[in-house]
């Protein structure tokens, strides 16, 4: 394609030859409405020119990315361009779009402050993450809100340069951000993923702890990007959004897995803190005294049975290995709630089945297994309810 400056030139040239040659010719004998005429010619020549270099300039000129939505971190290292992914996870862009702009109301800074320019990379992990976004002043711990995960099936942990929101449990989400050093398959969904690097992974890789980021860029191309909002309003409108679609998600988990245990261990006793269990074999003797210890061993699932896994010599799961005996002090050791409850309940040879919601098992926190190098790592999702099967092999008093 030629370029907007040859194509102008010869614009240029053929209106020059219709409308102007003769205004630039002697004009002194030509009179003066025939030169009125021939100088409204030419301001309509230029007109057409400047319509049509307007034209060429923003049409031939390549774009500098892709129709998309992106964010430049610039740093003293290099530059870190980032394309957001504003369709798949519109209510996590617009938070990172509008902090990044200053038009999403915060407690930390004053209305239209760029809240990431000048914070810091404060987290940095070898082979796993680089993290910021937390505010520069060291009085706030963040923005002042919290939104749910948004999480998209297409957006996975699959290598290095994934870009992902960091928080301190599921659904509360703020402003610090991550962006993945290799594949972190195991944190997904668990976590929003919710862009990726497009330009500068090595400046990624560079990184170092407490490394400035200078300014945070949006670029908008293309219409899509150019329409979409990222106000309070609008984010606020999609939080709440989510929520509701949260609390349904909820509801509907905590009815089916009620109907899960009533229909495979109707039986089932319950304690105060909500433990439930069955004794699938009675035990023999006085149930453990404190500070007693018992050889224990138990295998478990998560009520869906995706998940299975047995039990580690030192109390801790693993999954899909044969289960490991362990020694389990009372009222010391610690499993996770339930676990801790039950045990102490139990007498020597008694089994029994354990079903733990998620506030007895682990909680908003989850379980992540010891890293293997080439495995993929045994992950229990925050929020899961897991049952066990669980027998206390030994008891030895103190």
């Given at each position: ?128 993450v680089i993290q910021a976004g937390a505010p520069k002043d060291a009085q706030s711990r963040g923005p ?255």
């Open positions: 394609m030629s370029s907007p400056k040859k194509l102008l030139k010869a614009f240029f040239l053929l209106i020059y030859d219709i409308h102007l040659k003769d205004f630039f010719c002697p004009i002194i004998s030509i009179p003066s409405e025939e030169v009125v005429l021939k100088r409204k010619k030419m301001q309509l020549g230029v007109f057409i020119i400047l319509v049509v270099y307007s034209f060429l300039t923003s049409s031939c000129s390549p774009s500098k990315y892709p129709d998309g939505l992106y964010a430049e971190l610039n740093m003293g290292k290099g530059q870190i361009v980032l394309q957001l992914e504003f369709e798949k996870t519109p209510m996590t862009v617009a938070n990172f779009v509008g902090l990044a702009e200053g038009t999403i109301d915060n407690s930390a800074l004053p209305a239209g402050t760029p809240y990431f320019d000048g914070t810091t990379f404060h987290r940095v992990v070898p082979n796993h002042g809100y919290m939104f749910p995960n948004e999480i998209h099936p297409d957006l996975r942990h699959s290598g290095a340069g994934m870009l992902g929101m960091a928080n301190s449990g599921p659904h509360t989400n703020s402003s610090q951000f991550y962006i993945t050093l290799s594949d972190r398959s195991y944190l997904d969904n668990i976590y929003t993923v919710f862009g990726h690097v497009i330009q500068g992974i090595e400046v990624v890789h560079l990184t170092t702890q407490e490394d400035v980021i200078d300014s945070v860029v949006i670029v908008r191309i293309g219409k899509k990007s150019k329409q979409f909002k990222s106000d309070t309003e609008s984010f606020q409108k999609l939080v709440t959004e989510a929520n509701q679609k949260l609390k349904e998600e909820k509801d509907a988990k905590k009815k089916r897995e009620a109907d899960l245990i009533q229909t495979n261990w109707p039986e089932a006793n319950a304690t105060e803190s909500g433990l439930k269990y069955v004794v699938v074999q009675e035990g023999q003797g006085q149930k453990p005294e404190s500070g007693a210890t018992l050889k224990v061993i138990y295998s478990g699932k998560s009520i869906d049975g995706n998940l299975a896994f047995t039990s580690r010599g030192d109390g801790n799961l693993t999954p899909l290995l044969e289960a490991a005996p362990f020694e389990f002090i009372v009222e010391q050791s610690q499993i996770n709630p339930g676990i801790n409850e039950a045990l102490a309940d139990m007498k020597k040879g008694e089994k029994r089945i354990l079903i733990l919601i998620s506030d007895l098992a682990f909680g908003t926190n989850g379980y992540y297994a010891r890293e293997v190098q080439g495995q993929q790592r045994f992950v229990i999702p925050p929020n899961t309810t897991l049952v066990y099967e669980i027998e206390v092999l030994d008891i030895k008093s103190d």
